[in-house]
């Protein structure tokens, strides 16, 4: 074996073990949920205090994701990755065998902050070691798989180890998947130095981002309880905006800023960026609305729901594993872009038919594969977008970036659409409409608006976005040579 294929096979054990990585903090997204009836029994919480099991996770990873990209930049990526897969997996442990809701809410507060400072950088590894184009878009096919299928996979997941075992096995099962992933990114991902904190060490630009964002994502998990109009949600979103804003004008007016604000100049990553806010929204809304159609309305159990979305998986994965390189290369990510957004707004208008008779195989298996086709499609191609601009010593932050819209992105979207869902069958239950269809019409009118949001995405895509093949290593290379100011990696945006 030759040392150029011996090279060849150690990235890519490294892309495995990285996706490994990520598949793990993105099934602690969703993993709980399905488990959440048997904590607050076990545990006795409160309906309202149960919440905080899932809100304390989202909280800090939401709110950290920008922040551990940019570490990864200034003081190295892999070390970043080893530092939050070891918070993750000791916060997983105590997760575990708590016996407290409080022991519980802090710990899962830990386990999002680990698992940021680990996802944070993965796409920004991924993108470095493999700046060759058409290698480049099979590697960010195997990474949107995970990212996106990981969803559908911890509702499965958390059904099988809850019912078949408990609650407390949806986090031990984090510990042996993080202790390997540890122990084979040491010999496989390469120890890229960092540029260096000296470079973006900014202090009170790191304490504005964070609380900025921890607070946004706060503010608008209470926000259906609390009402978008209380005083709370609008004091509370306004100083989030304002601590954001004032990290954005101290970037523009500082020598090293933590995030340099030249990535934006790429209209492909403002446009990406653009694109996933707009996409998650109908995504975040299907999972959740559509498994609360499942089992409220047809009465599935927790792993009959996970085994209804399990086709989106397998659409999804045939796609982003096996096709979505050779559409992105042949095609374009633009146009590979287009048909995945057109295929999952018509999954989505597709569920606003579903009625509270549902039969699986008439009114979800063929929204399930609309979407999954969508996801398959859309997914690869937004990330080979949004990295399209990044040098590498950016491309921690633009993968923080990017994770960071899906997260807030997604927050916001489904805080809308629930509410919107809440208020239209509040109003139909009180003119007399059975609770059954009162809650089927309020999940369609999320369907329909979230369908909208795609269409106004594939507007973006086809207004702001360039069709053009990911950024070669040599383009990468005289970028990152270049001198601080406008660069060539940016030059579209002239």
């Known amino acids: 074996m030759t040392a150029e294929t011996k090279t060849d096979r150690r990235r890519w054990l490294a892309l495995y073990v990285l996706c490994g990585g990520m598949l793990m903090i993105v099934l602690d997204a969703t993993i709980v949920n399905v488990a959440l009836p048997s904590i607050k029994d076990d545990l006795g919480f409160s309906q309202s205090n149960l919440a905080w099991v899932v809100n ?71 993108v470095t070691m493999f700046p060759e184009p058409r290698e480049q878009a099979k590697a960010i096919g195997v990474y949107s798989f995970v990212a996106s299928a990981g969803a559908s996979i911890g509702l499965l997941t958390g059904g099988v180890l809850t019912e078949a075992i408990n609650w407390h096995w949806i986090f031990f099962i984090n510990v042996p998947i993080g202790l390997a992933t540890a122990l084979l990114a040491l010999p496989l991902v390469e120890d890229r130095s960092g540029i260096g904190l000296e470079q973006g060490a900014d202090l009170p630009g790191a304490v504005l981002l964070t609380g900025g964002l921890m607070l946004g994502v706060y503010t608008l998990l209470q926000a259906g309880d609390q009402g978008w109009g209380s005083a709370q949600t609008l004091g509370l979103g306004g100083v ?73 998986c397998v659409v999804m994965g045939t796609l982003s594993l096996g096709f979505a390189e050779k559409l992105i290369m042949g095609i374009g990510p633009r146009s590979a872009l287009v048909a ?27 929204v399930m594969v609309l979407l999954g086709a969508g996801a398959g499609l859309c997914f690869p191609a937004l990330m080979t977008l949004a990295m399209s601009g990044a040098t590498p010593s950016d491309s921690g932050l633009a993968s923080g970036l990017v994770n960071t819209t899906v997260q807030v992105g997604g927050a916001i979207g489904l805080a809308v659409l629930a509410t919107l869902a809440t208020g239209r069958s509040d109003a139909l239950r009180a003119d ?27 507007v973006v895509a086809l207004i702001v976005v360039r069709s053009e093949a990911p950024a070669t290593a040599e383009t990468r290379a005289d970028a990152e040579s270049e001198p601080a100011g406008p660069q060539p990696a940016y030059a579209e945006a002239a």
Do not use: K
Not at 340 to 358: E, H, I, K, Q
Not at 436 to 454: D, E, I, R
């Open 56 to 126: 304390a996770y989202l909280i800090s990873f939401g709110g950290l994701l920008l922040l551990a990209g940019r570490l990864g930049d200034l003081i190295g990526q892999r070390r970043i990755f080893l530092i939050g897969l070891a918070v993750f997996t000791a916060a997983s442990t105590i997760c575990a065998v708590s016996q407290s809701q409080g022991v519980l809410i802090g710990a899962r507060f830990v386990q999002g902050t680990g698992g940021a400072i680990a996802s944070a950088v993965i796409l920004g590894m991924i």
């Open 240 to 312: 989030s905006i304002a601590l954001v804003a004032a990290f954005v004008a101290r970037q523009a007016r500082i020598a090293n800023p933590l995030m340099p604000l030249r990535l934006f100049r790429s209209r492909n990553v403002t446009g990406a960026n653009l694109v996933m806010a707009l996409l998650v929204v109908g995504f975040f809304g299907m999972f959740f609305l559509g498994a609360l159609y499942l089992q409220g309305i047809l009465g599935y159990s927790p792993l009959e729901v996970g085994l209804a979305f399990l086709p989106a």
């Open 340 to 366: 995945g957004l057109a295929s999952s707004g018509l999954g989505l208008l597709l569920f606003t038919r579903s009625p509270v008779d549902g039969v699986w195989a008439i009114d979800v298996l063929p």
């Open 432 to 458: 007399g409409e059975p609770v059954a269809s009162a809650l089927n019409s309020g999940y369609h009118l999320a369907y329909l608006v979230g369908a909208a949001l795609v269409a106004v995405a594939i």
